[in-house]
């Protein structure tokens, strides 16, 4: 006996997807076709088409710089994406690397201009700070679902899927970073009489640069771990070696492809942060 | 005619705002108003006016509202009521693109805690306002260029701040005031943050430059020496209120209540307080027509063991001592240039009591107040410690 009938919730949000798949066909496809294609056409034809000794070299030469002219990341780029090549996992790196890229630019290009709006307003702060949450607590595999429906599967709604799971840092790094620009500097760019844009751009964005790099790192981590799940709709990668380990019940290989995904979280990790830190200073 | 003139100011934080106006106007204070309805306030109903060139200092303890005040001016705070007027234009009435372009071209200001953009260099610090101005990139960065000559950091140009030290950083802080040439400067307690010496430093310096550039300063501040020392016009604040409003003498000699006396009785007198105000009269003979013996005569009627030595025009020539006057009224001599002592301790009339109590120290005469070579008056090492002990003086300097 229950007073409340079960509420149809979930009947709700099936019509919500229907329709909104329906409504936005076009641009769904769109996104779909041209997209998807870019994407392939990045991994496929663009990344590929560049030797592996010729990839590795820049890498190293890029991680040289980037660590502030030191030679452990170059000596671990050297090793650890040699070794990937080696167990024949390059093409998978290469897609996976790709859809890393892609989640983490969509979201930080969404990510950072909500932050701003988020720390210019109050409302919109109260009304993004739940939202933030949920879109971080709810199981990543739940996105999956809708992201098959819009995009159907492979490499899009993977990337679809990561840029939901991973924008949240981005936003609320921006808008902490805007924020925690000191009153008196605020004041003082003021009384200078600027206006609404010159504070922004002159002021409070090169102020909160380190704080909204740490959210863009995190912003790519989160991007790779989505990897081995969004494989499960077909996007292809490192993560499909995981998951193809898993069904076959082959330890070596899963472990093998996940040993290429710390690999990449690594330097991708010291990618960002020394670009951070060398900038804050 | 003021270059700032402001009326009736009022700040008051908390709703109802408008409403806790009335009250102010009813006469209620600060702590009423907040029982009654909450409201904090800020600033009640401040006026003054400042003139052209001229420094002028608001002072008072934390939370006297000072802060508010100067904020109310370039309207980094909303005034609840009341307007402020920079060359007859009222800030408190203006819109915002008007409001900008009077902060761009008429103030600036100047912060506590420095405020310096700690990602710009040194020059890109002092060319922000002209950069906010759209002025181009050369000649924004000659003029930031010569405000920073000016404050003596031409050299340090493309350091960051945070490799300067405090003193050093303020001076940035202020040639970035300067750089766009404003009408008004608005100085938030500039120099509270700097260490006792570097402060006195800045404050010479801010006078010195002021002396060249005639600019309508703001100065807040906690410190009532610092008022008196830098201030052309001194306003007292307490609980948001002007308590008075005059010179530095004014404020000293003439404390308007128990609170601005208060503050009065913490103040290093010997900084403030000029030789004019503490000498008296002096006695004298006139080197004309007084020989020894009226010399004599006049010194044991006075019960002095010297005496000054003028002529008619109390042109000073010097002075003579007791012993020397009576030894010479023995041999009958009728002149007293033989025995005139020209080692006269002397001082002018706005020569500091800190000067005038370490000469008077080894001095065995009292000094000479001199103006234009004439005796003015003297004053007697018991006059410079009734001072530093704070009793009664007077402008006039009739009594010590």
Not at chain 2, 201 to 212: G, K, R, S, T, Y
Request: no cysteine.
């Amino acid at each position: 006996m229950e007073i409340i009938p079960k509420l149809p919730v979930a009947e709700w949000i099936d019509n919500a997807t229907e329709w909104t798949t329906d409504t936005f066909e076009f641009l769904f496809d769109f996104i779909k076709e041209d997209f998807g294609d870019f994407i392939e056409f990045f991994a496929e034809d663009l990344l590929m088409a560049v030797p592996i000794w010729l990839f590795i070299a820049v890498i190293a030469i890029l991680a040289f710089f980037a660590s502030g002219k030191r030679f452990g990341l170059v000596a671990f780029s050297v090793i650890g994406l040699w070794f990937i090549s080696n167990q024949g996992l390059w093409e998978e790196l290469m897609n996976t690397f790709t859809l890393v890229i892609f989640a983490s630019l969509i979201s930080v290009i969404i990510g950072v201009p909500f932050g701003i709006w988020m720390a210019k307003s109050k409302t919109v702060q109260t009304i993004l700070t739940p939202v933030l949450d949920f879109m971080q607590t709810m199981p990543a595999f739940v996105y999956l679902i809708p992201a098959v429906a819009f995009f159907s599967i492979g490499m899009v709604p993977g990337v679809f899927a990561s840029v939901i799971f991973a924008t949240p840092p981005t936003v609320r790094f921006t808008n902490l970073g805007i924020r925690q620009v000191s009153k008196e500097l605020i004041e003082a760019s003021d009384s200078f009489g600027t206006t609404g844009m010159q504070k922004l751009f002159k002021v409070q964005l090169p102020m909160a640069k380190t704080t909204i790099m740490a959210g863009i790192n995190q912003t790519v981590m989160l991007a790779l771990s989505m990897v081995v799940i969004a494989s499960m709709i077909g996007a292809k990668g490192l993560g499909q070696t995981v998951i193809t380990g898993l069904q076959r019940a082959d330890v070596g290989t899963g472990f093998v492809a996940g040993l290429g995904i710390v690999i990449l979280a690594i330097i991708i990790d010291r990618f960002t942060q020394n670009l951070n830190t060398q900038k804050g200073q | 005619m003021p270059v700032i003139k402001v009326e009736n100011l009022s700040k008051i934080f908390g709703k109802n705002a408008k409403q806790a106006t009335k009250l102010l106007d009813e006469g209620l204070s600060k702590e009423e108003i907040l029982k009654k309805t909450g409201n904090t306030v800020g600033v009640n109903r401040a006026s003054f006016e400042v003139e052209e060139g001229e420094i002028f200092v608001i002072m008072g303890l934390s939370g006297s509202g000072k802060s508010t005040l100067v904020r109310l001016i370039n309207r980094l705070i909303e005034p609840t009521e009341g307007s402020v007027m920079i060359d007859e234009e009222d800030l408190a009435k203006m819109n915002k693109q008007d409001l900008r372009n009077v902060r761009r071209e008429k103030l600036s200001m100047v912060f506590q805690k420095f405020a310096l953009f700690p990602h710009r260099t040194i020059l890109q610090n002092a060319e922000f306002g002209l950069e906010v101005q759209g002025i181009d990139k050369e000649e924004r960065s000659k003029l930031a260029k010569e405000s920073l000559d000016m404050v003596g950091l031409g050299e340090y140009i493309h350091q960051f701040p945070s490799q300067l030290s405090g003193g050093m950083q303020q001076r940035v802080g202020l040639a970035r005031a300067l750089a766009n040439d404003p009408e008004v400067l608005l100085m938030d307690e500039a120099f509270s943050a700097l260490d006792p010496l570097i402060r006195k430093e800045m404050q010479d310096e801010l006078l010195e430059l002021q002396d060249n550039m005639k600019k309508t300063i703001l100065f807040i501040t906690h410190d009532l020496d610092e008022a008196l020392r830098i201030g052309d016009r001194i306003a007292l604040m307490k609980d948001g209120k002007i308590v008075q409003i005059g010179t530095p003498e004014e404020i000293l000699v003439n404390p308007a209540n128990d609170y601005v006396e208060k503050f009065v009785e913490d103040v290093d007198r010997s900084k403030v307080l000029e030789a004019q105000h503490i000498m008296k009269r002096p006695e004298t003979v006139d080197i004309e027509k007084h020989g020894p013996r009226a010399a004599l005569e006049r010194m044991r009627k006075e019960g002095l063991s010297s005496i000054y030595v003028v002529d008619r025009k109390r042109k000073l020539y010097g002075y003579v001592t007791a012993d020397d006057v009576s030894a010479a009224a023995k041999q009958d001599k009728k002149d007293l240039h033989d025995i005139l002592h020209t080692d006269v301790p002397k001082a002018d009339m706005h020569t500091t009591m800190h000067e005038i109590f370490n000469m008077i120290h080894d001095s065995p005469v009292p000094i000479a107040v001199v103006e234009d070579d004439k005796l003015k008056g003297i004053i007697v090492r018991g006059a410079v410690i009734a001072a530093l002990a704070g009793s009664e003086v007077s402008i006039n300097g009739n009594h010590s």
